[in-house]
């Protein structure tokens, strides 16, 4: 038996969901097939035990800027709090242990204004790069045809220069500089709002969470859908023309006049799509890898760090554990360290047991904030490239030659066909904001340029 919508949405994270519920309060019938047993795609909430708060194992912030998910969390009535920003941070830099308050680490003068420099040209060099088609940008073909590591070795004077751009490419895009292109990268900063904009907490892309996690975003659009949500339905099978699609998921069959695909690129390739996909777009998905990251949550009953005026963030270019942040709720109770083991270093951690996995994570934070950090009371990990409906976390990446070659391809509609994901966004590529964003521009185009 084969059930007939008017549009079929793959995928029930924030991208598919908002271009589901804006499909339908025009009055279009959807189903939104999605492969898990759960909502949220890249976002995930997670119990503590015995107490009624939670861990965010996957995406968890949100902050200036992003209007589509700030907005839409109004609309939802999710309320949001800062991140934990007050106190001394942690930064470990070549053989140097620094303490510091507000954005900038005490760097030898050289390193400092090496990295300031550095970072000045990189975000003057983004702002040329156009966000609806970077392709296009003047000098495309010569940023595209190098990696961002080449781009910052010729611009870069010193060592700690060198390793403060690599942390920041680890810890934004969970990669090394010498996997994606030079374009992707300043097309990612202009796309973000800058570097600053990327790294900073307050005032950046990491201030604010939503109370309950953000996780509730899917969850809530999920419930204003209903029954048209279809969990544990992977996609297996997609026949499609112009005109009408038909798919498969288990022993289920769907058609409609159109489709939305809105998983992560590398995911597209497991389903079996007749005819195949265009070759342009086949060479598209297979230069767009995505990230690698493992996420800790590591609970402590009370947030010593604080005690000891430490904001509990901390980074360096030395340890697996690069980045850290206090992920407390408002009360603190229980409290919580956030780290991400990211690119080569969760490659590593992989290969390891979970208990040595967790061991090296405690020696990490025991040797940024002290013995304390020894006793937690939970320990939660999440890697990202071993989820099946996934594939890696944040995000997808370009490698070189792929914008110049296949860009335009990103968000062009095949036949009935329309592609969605934060990948695919103008703005705020890579985050909620962006697979909102994405969302609502696939929907836009079966309603502005497809007659149902």
């Known amino acids: ?260 695909v809105a998983v992560p690129p590398p995911l597209v390739s497991r389903i079996r799509f007749t005819p195949d996909l265009p070759s342009a777009r086949t060479q598209l998905l297979q230069r767009l890898p995505m990230g690698w990251t493992i996420k800790v949550n590591v609970v402590y009953d009370e947030a010593f760090w604080r005690r000891a005026g430490l904001s509990g963030q901390a980074n360096s270019d030395r340890r697996a554990l690069g980045t850290v942040f206090d992920a407390s709720p408002p009360n603190a109770e229980p409290a919580v360290l956030v780290g991400f083991l990211e690119s080569v270093h969760a490659q590593a951690a992989a290969r390891l047991s979970p208990k040595q996995r967790r061991d090296a994570v405690i020696e990490d934070l025991v040797g940024y904030f002290g013995p304390e950090a020894a006793d937690p009371v939970h320990y939660f990990e999440q890697d990202w490239a071993a989820e099946t409906y996934t594939g890696g976390c944040y995000g997808a990446f370009a490698t070189p030659m792929t914008l110049t070659r296949f860009g335009s391809e990103l968000r062009r509609p095949t036949g009935a066909l329309h592609w969605a994901g934060t990948e695919t966004a103008i703005r705020w590529a890579g985050y909620i904001d962006g697979a909102i964003e994405s969302g609502q521009r696939a929907a836009r185009e079966i309603l502005d340029h497809h007659t149902i």
């Open 1 to 260: 038996m084969t059930d007939l919508v008017d549009v079929i949405v793959i995928g029930a994270g924030a991208a598919g969901l908002t271009a589901a519920n804006t499909l339908t309060a025009q009055g279009l019938e959807v189903v939104v097939l999605e492969a898990r047993d759960r909502v949220g795609g890249r976002t995930l909430t997670v119990e503590i035990p015995d107490t009624p708060s939670y861990v965010e194992a996957g995406g968890m912030w949100v902050g200036p800027g992003q209007d589509r998910i700030l907005a839409l969390l109004t609309e939802l009535g999710l309320a949001t709090y800062p991140t934990h920003d007050s106190g001394v941070h942690i930064g470990e830099f070549g053989d140097r242990v620094t303490r510091y308050q507000g954005r900038i680490p005490r760097l030898n003068p050289l390193a400092l204004a090496d990295i300031g420099l550095t970072q000045a040209r990189l975000d003057r060099a983004a702002r040329k790069v156009p966000l609806d088609a970077p392709w296009t940008a003047p000098d495309a073909e010569e940023l595209d045809g190098q990696t961002f590591e080449t781009w910052l070795r010729a611009r870069t004077r010193t060592a700690t220069g060198r390793a403060f751009f690599r942390l920041v490419t680890n810890a934004v895009w969970c990669a090394e500089p010498a996997d994606m292109s030079a374009l992707w990268a300043q097309f990612y900063i202009h796309s973000g709002g800058g570097v600053d904009s990327l790294i900073n907490t307050t005032g950046g892309a990491q201030q604010d969470r939503v109370v309950g996690g953000t996780q509730q975003v899917s969850i809530a659009l999920a419930e204003k859908l209903g029954d048209r949500v279809e969990l544990g339905a992977p996609v297996t099978e997609v026949d499609w023309t112009d005109t009408e699609v038909r798919v498969r998921a288990g022993a289920r069959q769907w058609r409609a006049r159109h489709a939305i």
